[in-house]
């Protein structure tokens, strides 16, 4: 069984910036494709980002060149760095994991971008 616990999201002007935080209750990220998601008001989930335990990363056109995923072993954490947010961004951000074949989800943590 794995848990997540996020944090850092919240309200920004266009162009502000976030960081999301991820932290598993296990050491996985050395196993396991992380990923974080996003759901909007009205729209389906859909995959923001992704990174390999190898460190290779994937983005969604949308975001490529203003988001970074990383992660940090030593701390079992996955973070999400948001720059040059803007009010499309807006949504509930997931951090997830598939093992086998059960999908893992965080709680979820707002972000509204609005000035």
């Known amino acids: 069984q794995v848990q997540f616990v996020e944090s850092g999201g919240g309200l920004v002007q266009p162009g502000g910036s976030l960081r999301l935080s991820c932290a598993a209750s296990g050491s996985i990220f050395r196993f396991y494709v992380m990923g974080w998601y996003r759901q909007a008001p009205g729209k389906e989930r859909e995959l923001v980002a992704a990174i390999t335990p190898g460190g290779n990363t994937n983005y969604v056109d949308v975001v490529k060149g203003r988001f970074t995923i990383s992660t940090d072993n030593a701390k079992n954490t996955v973070y999400l760095q948001m720059n040059s947010l803007k009010p499309e961004d807006t949504a509930v951000y997931f951090c997830?994991?598939?093992?086998?074949?059960?999908?893992?989800w965080g709680q979820g943590t707002q972000v509204t971008v609005s000035s």
């Open positions: 997830n994991v598939k093992i086998g074949a059960t999908m893992y």
